[in-house]
Nanobody, 128 residues
Framework: QVQLVESGGGLVQTGDSLRLSCAAS?????????MGWFRQAPGKERELVVA????????YYVDSVKGRFTISRDNAKNTLYLQMNSLKPEDTAVYYC????????????????????WGQGTQVTVSS
């Protein structure tokens, strides 16, 4: 199993930047997990923001964040990051990191149901 703890959320203005972090801990090696960032706005379903494979060599971004958000991972530090630039009010949501064990592959996963482990979430609020 893996435990995930997000941090870095906050209240910012349109156009500002934030960097989210997700610290992983547990018995299994962090580099054996494919990871993702999801978000959920009030009254809406949880949605993928970006996914990354376990080696950090392949990513998938939803169109709404392409060119503004960047995912990265430091497997030596057991940490996943999300750099968010040019933030917009529509980015306001609770952001979650998620993990799925992928020892036999090197894929990213884009569906909520593909992930077994979730953090508690961190609130990002972008004011206009």
């Amino acid at each position: 199993q893996v435990q995930l703890v997000e941090s870095g959320g906050g209240l910012v203005q349109t156009g500002d930047s934030l960097r989210l972090s997700c610290a992983a801990s547990g018995e299994r090696t962090f580099s054996n997990y494919a990871m993702g960032w999801f978000r959920q706005a009030p009254g809406k379903e949880r949605e993928l923001v970006v996914a990354i494979n376990r080696r950090g060599t392949s990513t998938y971004y939803v169109d709404s964040v392409k060119g503004r958000f960047t995912i990265s991972r430091d497997n030596a530090k057991n940490t996943l990051y999300l750099q968010m630039n040019s933030l917009k009010p529509e980015d306001t949501a609770v952001y979650y990191c998620a993990a799925t064990y992928d020892i036999g592959g090197n894929y990213y996963y884009i569906y909520v149901g593909s992930y077994n482990y979730w953090g508690q979430g961190t609130q990002v609020t972008v004011s206009s």
